[in-house]
């Protein structure tokens, strides 16, 4: 790598992360039917229909994933647990054997002197709240808190940190009007309520957390950088909504006590009477905030219905994803996030890293793209530091190739390959360049 520990200052935290249906192996322990299983299950939602029935087997294999994450100096562990892993119907009566997984889980990262940095929801949500309504309903709030206080009651004692929904943009936008991740709803109406409930949710947990006595809460928002097809006022504009909805929106919420005015164009009709009021749970002081970041997207305007515009092909080199590779959006989310959201508050990078068609190849993996990828976002994010943005850590995504969602198992975005087949792991080149910069 371009960097090493010792350009940090020391109590910067480097850490590799992952989610619990990616990996875990959601068949196993008693858990309960989500909405991905049923989405998964419908043809023509997911490549080759797969789903997180088996993920990467970590529910029998995490000691070795932790190993590996020690061998190579991480400090911590970006980690989700599973809502219906710990109560398969989503709410009622708790799954004892789901607890005790996480309490296994987190015991095993402190073990090896690994931060556990703990997410609530990302993504797997339990099938009988889904059938009344899920993020759509209003009482998920309610059914959120109480999900946070059983799942952190038994772990939350010993955890790092703690973060409520991974990037509320994919609950609510990417779900419920793209149609792209489940429950596949292309329904504004239903955009609107679940982007709003999703930080009602984020806030009534936040409250149940600090109610347990639990420190270091924050927020972890993903973002893409809008950037206008060209310098026209009508592409200005189709960007800046493109912005609104996809980062401002969540921020604007949790930090301000409002949504933005052009967002608020297509969805205020569509919001739940009232919802003014939710700002204050909404608003929750927070302890630090985390910020997802892959890529841009060029936005052009067109002349359908709102948003009335499209994602156009940019011109720079791609990840396996299609995603252009755009490091100085980092930089420019991490100096604007500070500058007009979080001020003083420290700052994380909780997700980075791309996807890259490897190929294990006589036991090596030789992932050069995703070095250089690494390299120029940790320099960007540097760059921000240097200029005063308190930046307190930086985590790869992912520790393991896994399930890439609507994606199946064919994106990699591991440090570590997985073979799918005999589930065996393989440090890629780019896990032995970090741990040379995170140990020497
Ligand atoms: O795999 C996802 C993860 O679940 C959330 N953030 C983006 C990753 C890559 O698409």
Known sequence: ?????????????????????????????????T????????????VRAENGALGCDHYHRFEEDFDLLAAAGFDAYRFS????????????????????????????????????????????????????????????????????????GRIGDRVFSAAPINEPWCVGWLSHFLGHHAPGLRDIRATARA??????????SIEVMRGLGMKNLGGVFNFEWATPVDGSEAARDAAA??????????????????????????LGPHLPENYQDDFVTIQQPLDWVGLNYYTRKVIAPNDGPWPSHDEVDGPLPKTQMGWEIYPQGLY????????????????????NGMANADVLKDGHVQDTARIDYLNQHVAAAQKAMQEGVPLSGYMVWSLLDNYEWALG??????????????????PKE???ALKIALTS
Not at 5 to 31: C, K, L, M, N, V
Not at 120 to 141: K, V
Not at 195 to 204: E, F
Not at 257 to 264: A, M, S
Request: charged letters at 25%; a negative charge; glycine letters at 10%.
């Open 430 to 432: 780019s896990y032995s």
């Open 241 to 266: 909504l493109y912005d609104g909805y996809y980062n401002r929106f969540f921020l604007d919420g949790v930090f301000k006590g409002r949504y933005p005015e052009n967002v608020l164009q297509g």
């Open 1 to 33: 790598m371009q960097f090493k520990r010792s350009d940090f200052p020391q109590d910067f935290i480097f850490g590799a992360a992952t989610s619990s249906y990616q990996i875990e192996g959601h068949q196993f322990g008693g858990a309960g039917q």
């Open 35 to 46: 909405h991905w299983d049923s989405f998964a299950a419908t043809p023509g939602n997911v």
């Open 81 to 152: 647990t599973s809502w219906a892993r710990v109560l398969p119907d989503g709410r009622g009566t708790p799954n004892q054997a789901g607890l005790d997984f996480y309490d296994r889980l987190v015991d095993a990262m402190l073990e090896r002197e690994l931060k556990p940095c703990a997410t609530l929801y990302h993504w797997e949500l339990p099938q009988a709240l889904a059938d009344q309504g899920g993020w759509r309903n209003r009482d998920i709030a309610k059914w959120f808190g109480d999900y946070a206080e059983i799942i952190m």
């Open 332 to 351: 420019d989310f991490l100096k604007r996030t500070q500058a007009e959201y979080t001020g003083d508050l420290p700052l994380f990078v909780t997700e």
């Open 195 to 204: 982007m709003h409930h999703v930080l009602l949710a984020h806030g009534t």
């Open 409 to 426: 198992y064919e994106k990699r975005f591991g440090l570590v390959h997985v073979d799918f087949e005999t589930l065996d792991r393989t």
